[in-house]
């Protein structure tokens, strides 16, 4: 190749390098406001077809409230009505909205107000980003991303800190995502809609892949038809209960559990009660959720609670609560599975001294009605201690650790009435290892596999299940038969005769050695330490219970008669004296043996 031709190609290559480089560094041209509010509506279907379109019907699939699989329907119409029903077969959830209020439906219907009823409106507006770029609302446009997607987003202002955005696909112009802010109990949350799968119905793209993440259910809804201004009744977004709101408002108080149990605090079942000559007096406490309930579901506005204690008939002690408290700990549902019908609920924790036995509350809550009526009502609770009347030996033999349950404090166990006294156990080796390899596998944590699950006492196996893969997600195990109960994974209830059930959760994959109608002895072993459903390591989870319904019967306290403590004011890791730290319950954080 001569000096010339080298030359020419030399410049040629560098030519196209920096050209090349030049288009890679060309930042993204975002559409002013007006161009992308023209191309958008032409993706939607146009103008003139959006102009027409007032109301929808949808109906599909869906996996919801952590996975479960189920059905979804929606009715919607302009300007702001809107009906969503999803079914997962142990739960029927119908949310609806107008312009005279809006409501909920489980197993009752309960009328939404403050946050919840913000957020319902919000959620009914009729093709809300149709409207804001129909009334040429102040936008802006910007690069950003909907998860892996690159977007310009479109940014609408909104009151207060509710902020809301559109993610708009930069080839198609379609909204591949919606976020906004929404008022939750714990404050500001971001709600999301993520949009894919458009497809034309009468000449307006629809998406048929909806996926709504929020702080209380998510959904991922597949539409399998669509409805294009479809007629639509009135009555299927009208409150049903609506005839009877000028009738009295009557409130009714519940607790649930239905039965509340009070329990001892502490390490120490049998213990010393100072510290360095010190006196510290030990404590019972318990727990439970305060329902309000309305004959016809009609909120009741919460202004004042009083619980007075007695023990007997004296009165020792009494707590209050103002409109502020009382907002901040109002919630709805207070249970997921077991749903008993409130308008809302308060959590309350109690706690004191042994030594002054409260029996009894007397709760008493005043409420504003609509009507501006106020209502007061008062419920008398009995405070109960409980053995049960089965003589329980420990379901596990060795060191083991409870890593929660038996603190009224803890959340993981108070989200369902059956599990007010439940525990969660890991098994520990000879040196109190819980696992080896950081548990790289399943096999290396201590018992995985290999500790045999023991009945406490004598009974008859009334449920039984063996076919929850270990490790599994919940997406997976959550569409087999008996869905609600494979979230306890592998499951073996024993029902023990005297209104008491013993409930063993999570156990290995295919190594329940039980069948239901099978009469069990006690210390026999059921199975073997697993991690089945939704258990995340290893555990164990037990739980006793007044029924057979591993979420619709209340708890019930525990006593063991093989435990005890191991370590600090308790016997020594190596000494094998046993009884030198008896205890009958176990705590969480404590390293314990069973004899």
């Known amino acids: 190749m001569n000096c010339e031709v080298r030359v020419r190609t030399l410049v040629a290559l560098v030519g ?60 919607a119409q302009a300007p702001a009505n809107r009906a969503v029903t999803w079914d997962i077969g142990y739960l029927r959830q119908t949310t609806a909205v107008d312009a005279q209020g809006a ?18 409106r919000r959620d009914g507006r009729f093709a809300p980003l149709y409207k804001l770029l129909k009334e040429g609302a102040a936008l802006t446009v910007s690069e950003g991303q909907c998860g892996p997607t690159s977007v310009y987003t479109l940014a609408a202002a909104a009151p207060g800190d509710l902020r809301e955005s559109w993610g708009i696909d930069r080839k198609s112009f379609l909204p591949v995502c919606a976020v906004r802010t929404e ?48 007629t639509i009744s009135s009555d299927v977004f009208a ?43 030990q404590s019972a406490s318990w727990s439970f959720d305060l329902m309000v309930k309305e004959q016809y579901g009609r909120f009741i506005e919460p202004l004042h609670a009083r619980a007075e204690l007695y023990a007997g008939d004296t009165l020792v002690g009494s707590q209050e609560w103002d409109r502020p408290m009382l907002e901040a700990m109002r919630r709805a549902p207070v249970t997921r599975f077991s749903p008993q019908g409130e308008i809302y609920g308060f959590r309350h924790n109690f706690s004191t001294p042994q030594g002054v036995a409260v029996d009894r509350i007397a709760y008493t809550l005043e409420a504003r009605d609509a009507h501006g009526d106020t209502q007061h009502q008062t419920l008398s609770i009995p405070i109960r201690t ?61 018992g995985y596999g290999r500790r ?28 087999k038969e008996y869905a609600l109960e494979a979230i ?8 023990h005769g005297n209104g008491e059930f013993s409930v063993f959760c999570h156990m290995r994959h295919g190594s329940v050695a039980v069948r239901r109608g099978d009469r069990i002895e006690q210390g026999q072993t059921i199975g073997y330490l697993g991690a089945a459903g939704s258990p995340g390591l290893p555990h164990l989870h037990y739980q006793l219970q007044n029924g057979p319904n591993i979420f619709g019967n209340d708890g019930l306290p525990l006593v063991f008669e093989n435990i005890e403590r191991i370590g600090w004011l308790g016997r020594g890791a190596s000494d094998d004296t046993p009884g030198a730290a008896a205890v009958e319950q176990p705590r969480s954080g404590v390293y314990m043996i069973a004899r």
């Open 16 to 75: 196209c390098s920096l050209a090349c480089a030049a288009s890679a560094a060309q930042p993204t041209i975002v559409p002013d406001a007006l161009t992308a509010r023209a191309k958008i509506l032409k993706a939607l279907g146009g103008e003139q077809r959006l102009a027409n379109f007032t109301a929808l019907h949808a109906v599909g699939s869906m996996e919801g409230v952590s996975g479960f699989p189920g059905r979804y329907e929606l009715w």
């Open 239 to 281: 409150n049903p209960q609506r005839a009877h709101w000028n009738e009295p408002v009557v409130m009714r108080l519940a607790t649930l559990p239905s039965q509340v149990y009070r329990e001892d605090d502490g390490n120490f079942s049998i213990g010393s009660q100072r510290f360095w000559g010190m006196y510290f007096y």
């Open 103 to 120: 409501w909920e439906r489980v197993t009752e219907t309960r009328e939404l107000a403050g946050a919840e009823l913000a957020r319902t």
């Open 488 to 495: 306890a994974g592998n499951l073996v209830v024993i029902d």
């Open 452 to 479: 045999a699950i023991l009945a406490p006492a004598a009974g008859t196996v009334v449920f039984a299940r063996n076919d929850i893969p270990d490790g599994t997600v919940k997406a997976d195990f959550l569409k």
């Open 183 to 230: 008022v939750y109990e714990e404050g500001p949350q971001e709600v999301r809609l993520d949009y894919a799968d458009y497809r034309s119905v009468r000449g307006l793209m629809l998406p048929f892949s909806v996926n709504e993440t929020r702080p209380d259910v998510s959904l991922k809804v597949r539409i399998e038809r669509y409805e294009v201004n479809p």
């Open 386 to 446: 409980y053995r049960p009347h089965a003589r329980l030996i420990f379901p596990m033999k060795g060191k083991f650790l409870v890593t929660s349950g038996h603190e009224y404090y803890e959340l993981e166990h108070k989200y369902e009435r059956s599990q007010q006294f439940a525990i969660d156990v890991v098994a520990l080796g000879d040196d109190f290892e819980f696992a080896r390899h950081d548990g790289a596998s399943m096999e290396d944590y201590v």
